[in-house]
Structure formats: structure tokens, C-alpha cells
């Protein structure tokens, strides 16, 4: 027979072990969590390698490649006949390889792909012919666009008055996690963020935040360079409508939202008797045409009524920073 001291110090402790092992787990979570840089000279010998090549397949026709950073020297290559997204390719075919990084070289295989990429140049042959590409950086015709007569200007880098809670980041970048002290209707927004890099980590734990217009409809914030370009992805109306096409450039690149956006109609018992619309511009090319967001508010958003909202700028948890915000009422 088991004696009831020992019962009771076994009841003790289960839980005390249990709650111990608990503990430690979440510590190891996060140990795990994923590093995220914001300086091209700390984030690793990756990020180099990692962006977008352009040239010829061939020696005819144009070809572009992203190569995405996966992690410890993994990489994920997509290669485009015509050229980049918004540049050229068609918005079907896609080739994808893998690739890794050893010492100075990074070799590609996969399916009919293969190839190496050095100082810049990512050469090889695929199904069609061979190929030279040269590493390239894009940039949004609309960066550093000024704002017009008449803009409310909700940030220029000097302070962040603008915004409730709103914090200055690396002296005049704008943080996440703030609203705007103004509200708007119908109106035009410009916008410029950048995203982490973060190769280890995936989906929306890689450099996710977002856009609230009215603080009820999100624009999605995501480092998506190289995905698919889903609802949930950068660009997308999340949980709503995919952009036409995926115009998001690698981590660390200034990337802009040029937004025109209309607000929902009502009568006059507040019944909704036209949905809101909004066209988006993702890095100068126009990723939603008047797209009606039939579904109404994102799933935290605030509810739809016939009143102004601010802008949110969604803290997620990773650092993205902001610039040269400006808005344009209608």
C-alpha cells in the first residue's frame, strides 16, 4: 500500500515538473525565433546572393530569376521568361531550382536547371538554353514621390507627431504599431516601407505587418519575394482579393504603396448599399483595379459605418519601418 505522504508529494510534483518542462519549451521558442536584420552589412553572406538577376536565355530572348534566402546558405531560384515580374514575364511560367552557397560560390540544380552564382552573376543552362543574368536592384518610380498641393503630409522622417504612440526608428524611419491622429473618406495615400530580412523564418513570420485603411481594410505588409502573391501575401487585400501579380522586391529594398481608395456607401438607416474600392499601385505597378471589397472590414478592423478612419500601421511583431507618408483627400 502506497502511504498518503508519498501520494501527496507525487501531486506536488507533477505539476511543479510539468509547469517546469513548460517553461523551458518556451525558452527554447525563443532561442528558435528567427533573426531579423535591418543592415545589409550584419545580415550574412546570404543576403548578397539573395535579390534579382536580369538578362538574356539564349542569347535571344530576356530572362529574369529571384533568388529567395532560405537559411544557413539555402536558396530558393525562380527563374521568368520575358523578365521580372512587372518587367517582362508573362505572369505564367515559372522555373524553380534550388541552390546552395559554398564559400564563395552558390551552385543551382533542380529539374532541368542548373548553374552557379559568383560576383554577382548567376550563369547556367535550363530546358531552352543556356543563360547569363547580372544581379540587379530595382526601384518604385513612385520612391521619394513629393507630395502635391494640397497633401497632408502624416510623415517626412523629422518627427512623428502625426501619429498616436507613433515612434521615430534608426532617428527618422516611422515603427509599426500606430494609428493615425486623422481621419479620412475617400482619399489618395502614398506610402514607402521596408521590410526585415529574416532567411530563416517563413510565411507570415517573415517580415509581416500591414496597412489599415480607415483602420478597417488591411493591405498586407509581408515579405513575400518570390511566393505566389496569395491574399495573405504582400500586396494582397488580406483574406479578400490576391494582387494581380506579385510586385514585392527582396528584404531591405524601399518599396512603395500607391493606394486610391473609396469608402463604403450607406443609406440613411445605415444599411451599406455599395461596397468600399480600392485600386493599389505595389511598387508602380498596379497589382488592384477598383477591386470592391465585397467581404467588407479585415478580421480586426474596425466595423463599417458611414464615418472617417485613420490609418493603422499594424505591428506584427517584426521591424518594418516607414517613410514618406502623405495623403490626398478627395
Given at each position: ?248 522586391f527582396p528584404p531591405l529594398s524601399w518599396q512603395t ?41 479585415t478580421g480586426g478592423g474596425q466595423p463599417e459605418r ?25
Amino acid at each position: 500500500m502506497r502511504h498518503p505522504r508519498t501520494v501527496l508529494v507525487v501531486a506536488t510534483l507533477v505539476p511543479l515538473l510539468t509547469l517546469s518542462l513548460l517553461v523551458a519549451q518556451d525558452k527554447a521558442k525563443e532561442k528558435k525565433k528567427p533573426e531579423a536584420y535591418t543592415d545589409p552589412q550584419a545580415a550574412g553572406p546570404d543576403f548578397a546572393v539573395q535579390g534579382e538577376y536580369e538578362g538574356q536565355l539564349a542569347g535571344k530572348t530576356r530572362l529574369g530569376a529571384q533568388v529567395v534566402a532560405e537559411g544557413e546558405g539555402k536558396f530558393q531560384v525562380i527563374l521568368y521568361p520575358g523578365g521580372l515580374p512587372g518587367a517582362g514575364w508573362d505572369g505564367k511560367t515559372k522555373i524553380k531550382a534550388t541552390a546552395r552557397r559554398e564559400g564563395e560560390q552558390t551552385n543551382v540544380s533542380g529539374g532541368d536547371v542548373s548553374g552557379t552564382i559568383r560576383d554577382g552573376v548567376l550563369t547556367g543552362k535550363c530546358a531552352s538554353g543556356s543563360f547569363e543574368l547580372k544581379h540587379v536592384v530595382r526601384q518604385s518610380p513612385t520612391l521619394g514621390a513629393k507630395p502635391p498641393a494640397g497633401a497632408i503630409v502624416l510623415f517626412d522622417g523629422t518627427n512623428a507627431d502625426e501619429w498616436k504612440g507613433g515612434k521615430l526608428v534608426e532617428g527618422n524611419h516611422l515603427g509599426v504599431g500606430t494609428v493615425s491622429k486623422r481621419e479620412f473618406r475617400a482619399f489618395h495615400l502614398h506610402l514607402e516601407f521596408r521590410l526585415p530580412f529574416m532567411p530563416a523564418a517563413r510565411g507570415q513570420a517573415r517580415g509581416n505587418s500591414g496597412v489599415y485603411l480607415q483602420n478597417r481594410y488591411e493591405v498586407q505588409l509581408l515579405d513575400s519575394f518570390g511566393l505566389d502573391g496569395r491574399n495573405n501575401e504582400c500586396g494582397g487585400i488580406y483574406g479578400q482579393v490576391a494582387p494581380s501579380i506579385n510586385m514585392c522586391f527582396p528584404p531591405l529594398s524601399w518599396q512603395t504603396y500607391d493606394i486610391d481608395f473609396t469608402p463604403a456607401r450607406f443609406d440613411a438607416q445605415g444599411k451599406r448599399i455599395a461596397p468600399a474600392v480600392v485600386t493599389v499601385l505595389h511598387n508602380g505597378v498596379k497589382i488592384h483595379d477598383k477591386v470592391e471589397l465585397v467581404k467588407g472590414p479585415t478580421g480586426g478592423g474596425q466595423p463599417e459605418r458611414d464615418t472617417p478612419g485613420p490609418l493603422q500601421l499594424q505591428n506584427h511583431g517584426n521591424p518594418v519601418v516607414f517613410r514618406n507618408i502623405w495623403v490626398v483627400e478627395k
